[in-house]
């Protein structure tokens, strides 16, 4: 069995969601489908370069302690495309 790299997990598509931080300002995202990868930065430029960040720690920690590491789903198109 081959074993997949952390570049193999980097160049995935992973889903980020992006929200407003209501309480202190500025922004937070994480990483849909891996649970607890989560960051907040005061600018969308620092907020990207930090859920990056986030990203590659997560996947890291995982492939050294051994733990499954959840791939994107890709959402499924209606078949016929759009009328």
Same mark, same amino acid.
């Not at 300002?25 to 990056?52: H, N, P, S």
């Given at each position: 069995?081959?074993? =997949?790299?952390? #570049?193999?997990?980097?160049?995935?598509?992973?889903?980020? /969601?992006? &929200?407003?931080?209501?309480? #202190?300002?500025? &922004?937070?995202?994480?990483? =849909? /489908?891996? +649970?607890?990868?989560?960051? %907040? !930065?005061?600018?969308? #430029?620092?907020?990207? !370069?930090?859920?990056?960040?986030? =990203? +590659?720690?997560?996947?890291?920690?995982?492939? %050294?302690?051994?733990?499954?590491?959840? /791939?994107?789903?890709? /959402?499924?198109?209606?078949?016929?495309? !759009?009328?």
């Amino acid at each position: 069995m081959v074993s =997949k790299t952390l #570049d193999y997990y980097l160049a995935l598509p992973y889903t980020i /969601e992006v &929200f407003p931080d209501t309480e #202190d300002g500025g &922004f937070v995202a994480r990483v =849909k /489908e891996l +649970r607890g990868c989560i960051t %907040q !930065a005061e600018t969308w #430029d620092e907020l990207y !370069a930090m859920i990056e960040e986030a =990203k +590659r720690a997560w996947l890291e920690s995982a492939l %050294q302690h051994n733990h499954p590491i959840p /791939e994107p789903v890709p /959402e499924e198109t209606p078949l016929g495309g !759009a009328d």
